[in-house]
């Protein structure tokens, strides 16, 4: 393995395994995610022509790669049969742990269009056309997203004050 390729891996593995589980919820199908995307990155260096930062270039890869996974019969195997144990790691327990905000359960409770923009726009401070550039969408497609995110968001999120409410209450 090459030493840039390593350095990417450790730069930016844990950011795109969050990405990952977001889309999938499964720790072990996330791990699979990140590693193909590494993979794709490494067979396919030159395709990156700099336009957007690597983060951006290996988000969107993490990205086409969940949607891959949730569409494949392979998932849907792994619903019908039984799961095998799986010990995560330290650093899984503590990034799952995390992941138990109140906030976070709700936002996984939405549909992957609404989750996926609220996340891009919000956790990860994407501009409405960076996440159309990811998502290869349009912008007025993002910021309807986003609007109908957030209030189905609402309902979710009663006795949580998050930006969604404080946003909703400055536009009136």
């Keep these: 393995m090459s030493a840039h390729l390593e350095e990417v891996m450790e730069a930016y593995g844990e950011y795109c395994m969050?990405?990952?589980?977001l889309y999938v919820k499964d720790w072990v199908a996330a791990e699979e995610i990140?590693?193909?995307t590494f993979l794709a990155y490494y067979r396919q260096q030159e395709r990156f022509e700099g336009r957007s930062s690597l983060?951006?270039?290996?988000?969107?890869?993490?990205i086409h790669k969940s949607h891959d996974y949730l569409r494949s019969w392979k998932r849907k195997m792994t619903h019908i049969l039984p799961k095998k144990l799986v010990t995560p790691s330290i650093e899984q327990k503590k990034i799952h742990e995390e992941q138990q905000s109140e906030l976070v359960e709700a936002l996984l409770?939405?549909?992957?269009?609404?989750?996926?923009?609220l996340i891009l726009h919000y956790y990860d401070d994407y501009k409405i056309r960076e996440i159309a550039e990811l998502l290869q969408v349009s912008e007025n497609t993002v910021k309807t997203r986003l609007v109908r995110g957030r209030e189905k968001l609402k309902p979710l999120l009663m006795n949580f004050e998050w930006e969604?409410?404080?946003y909703d209450e400055m536009e009136r």
């Design 164 to 166: 969604v409410q404080q």
């Design 18 to 21: 969050r990405v990952a589980y």
């Design 55 to 62: 983060k951006t270039y290996l988000v969107k890869i993490t």
């Design 109 to 117: 409770q939405l549909s992957i269009k609404y989750r996926e923009v």
């Design 34 to 36: 990140v590693q193909d």
